[in-house]
């Protein structure tokens, strides 16, 4: 896994320009089946990726924090939510919370989240992969697929599967 992440960006970055006219293709005319196709390429990548021995969304990237998040985690931590916000977050250019510093500050040596239970939506949803709609988020997945390993094999096999 170390290895792969260490290539990652030059990888993401090779491919780039034949993931973004894939996506733009798939904007125009998403194949019917699409979330079909996507929920079956993310189980099955999920099967054989395990998310400890990488952790590098949590380590290099943080997610957004909504109203409902911060209140449910500052609730965990018996705190009042601007308690929560001025420990931990800040907002960034689009006005959105954000985490303060990377790697997140809720993430263990072993990998693990301390915050798991509660942690923020977009944390529990990255890479968002088998998402409904899938092609409305292809700026955000030419992104993720520079910092997640998964996300990159399932668009791999996405350009293979759609053509
Ligand atoms: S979601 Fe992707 S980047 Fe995050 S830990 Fe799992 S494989 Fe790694
Ligand atoms: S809250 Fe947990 S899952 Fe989300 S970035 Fe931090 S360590 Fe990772």
Redesign the pocket.
């Known amino acids: 896994m170390e290895a792969f992440l260490n290539n990652l960006p030059k990888l993401a970055k090779d491919k780039h320009k034949d993931n973004k006219t894939f996506f733009t293709k798939l904007k125009k005319k998403p194949p019917k089946q699409l979330d079909y196709i996507m929920q079956e390429l993310h189980e099955e990548e999920f099967k054989k990726t395990d998310c400890l021995t990488c952790?590098n969304?949590?380590?290099t990237?943080?997610?957004l924090f909504t109203d409902k998040d911060i209140q449910r985690?500052a609730k965990h931590f018996k705190q009042k939510p601007q308690q929560f916000i001025d420990s931990y977050l800040r907002l960034d250019e689009d006005n959105d919370y954000v985490?303060q510093s990377?790697?997140?500050?809720?993430?263990?040596a072993d990998n693990?989240?301390?915050?798991?239970d509660v942690?923020?939506k977009?944390?529990?949803e990255?890479p968002h992969t088998n998402r409904k709609k899938f092609q409305q988020i292809s700026n955000l997945t030419l992104k993720n697929v520079a910092i997640c390993p998964a996300a990159f094999n399932i668009v791999e096999k996405m350009k293979a599967l759609i053509k």
Do not use: D, E, N, Q
């Open positions: 952790a969304c949590c380590k990237t943080g997610p985690i985490l990377v790697p997140c500050t809720f993430l263990g693990y989240c301390s915050i798991y942690r923020p977009a944390c529990a990255f």
